[in-house]
């Protein structure tokens, strides 16, 4: 058994000229990986090593590729030592290695693997301090890369999640579900949103890159539903022909545009 919930790092010392990006840098990442960690905590070893389901890596290959991934981008690409040989990095290649082929890589054992992310994760925490704050480089200016592996350990965190839900056992002990309000009624009717110019997409650092780049877009006055359609509701829209139906397409739009099935 692995218990995971290990001591996180303290903050980042803000005080000799680390101004807000470093901080949130720093923030974003500890709270990917408490994330992570709190998710394979107490799970025995050979269900961190097991292929649960040929859709989805074992575990333990996400926790050392998340690893492998912050090691090559917030030190080698900064300028920072390498903590293994870049050949290494081809075991956790995501691009290299299907999912179902993972489990027969040579892998880290758990403990190792672990024990990799903190070494990573620690020097990545010593060479922020050296970093500039502000900066023309693409991978520093308002701290693009971070932002980005920041990102790509919470995407992990949901894949494990995902992987989690198809193991069979041992049991996975589920959080409790947060106690939710009771549903109020809704009325069943439109508002009108009247038209004119908006702002779509962002320019921001840690924007993703299908979100670029912001731009101003004239918008048609529409009706919105005052309430999320639910299933119900698209059901009756599915079987009252509203496919066939061309009031519901844009001018022009061909069948393609249209689900199937």
Request: proline share 11%; with cysteine.
């Amino acid at each position: 058994m692995f218990p995971l919930v290990e001591e996180r790092s303290g903050p980042l010392d803000v005080s000799g000229g680390c101004l807000p990006w470093k901080s949130r840098a720093w923030a974003e990442l500890e709270t990917a990986r408490a994330r992570v960690l709190s998710m394979l905590g107490g799970l025995p070893e050979e269900e961190l090593r097991r292929q649960h389901s040929p859709l989805m890596s074992p575990l333990i290959w996400d926790v050392a590729h998340v690893a492998n991934y912050e090691e090559q981008w917030l030190l080698r690409a900064l300028g920072a030592p390498a903590i293994t040989d870049p050949a290494f990095d081809a075991i956790y290649d995501a691009f290299r290695h299907p999912r179902s082929t993972r489990s027969q890589l040579p892998l880290l054992p758990p403990e190792s693997a672990f024990a990799y992310a903190r070494r990573v994760r620690e020097a990545v925490r010593e060479h922020l301090h050296t970093l500039p704050e502000t900066s023309t480089v693409p991978l520093l200016a308002g701290g693009y890369v971070f932002g980005m592996v920041a990102q790509h350990e919470q995407q992990h965190a949901e894949t494990l999640a995902a992987t989690l839900q198809l193991m069979t056992a041992p049991e996975y002990p589920v959080p409790a579900a947060r106690p939710r309000p009771r549903p109020g009624a809704v009325p069943q009717t439109e508002v009108f949103i009247p038209g004119g110019p908006v702002r779509l997409g962002s320019d921001a650092a840690w924007a993703y890159d299908n979100e670029r780049p912001a731009f101003r877009q004239h918008v048609a006055p529409f009706l919105m539903d005052a309430h999320p359609v639910t299933n119900g509701d698209y059901r009756v829209f599915v079987e009252s022909g509203g496919y066939a139906d061309p009031r519901w397409w844009p001018p022009g739009a061909g069948r393609s545009s249209r689900p199937k099935g």
